[in-house]
């Protein structure tokens, strides 16, 4: 059963920031892409940063706009894990963090972990 494992939500002030970790079982060399999408109270989900093809030089990436410039997400290929790095953290971006893994055409997601950013 394939797994998909985020960690590292949880409650920061304004202006702070928190790193968010998702693992994956599935075979590196078969992840297309693998990102996070989150989805604020009362709203649909969004997506937040993607990145495709972990392995190799050639991986690329993309942000929303609303996280542009305040947000990274980065790899460990030995881990299968991507990170995203939130800093300078807003109230609005309040909600739970979901990773997604698309493999050979299926998608396979998180159970999500929640951030809060309040004072």
């Known amino acids: 059963q394939v797994q998909v494992v985020e960690s590292g939500g949880g409650l920061v002030q304004p202006g702070g920031s928190l790193r968010l970790s998702c693992a994956t079982s599935?075979?590196?060399?078969?992840?297309?892409?693998m990102g996070w999408y989150r989805q604020p109270p009362g709203k649909e989900r969004e997506v937040v940063a993607t990145?495709?093809?972990?392995?190799?030089?050639?991986?690329?990436?993309n942000y929303a706009d609303s996280v542009q410039g305040r947000f990274t997400i980065s790899r460990d290929v030995a881990k299968k894990t991507v990170f995203l790095q939130m800093n300078n953290l807003r109230p609005e971006d309040t909600a739970a963090y979901y990773c997604?893994?698309?493999?050979?055409?299926?998608?396979?997601w998180g159970k999500g972990t929640l951030v809060t950013v309040s004072s």
């Open positions: 997604k893994v698309i493999s050979n055409g299926m998608e396979y």
């Open positions: 599935v075979s590196i060399f078969s992840i297309n892409v």
């Open positions: 990145m495709t093809r972990l392995i190799g030089s050639s991986h690329s990436t």
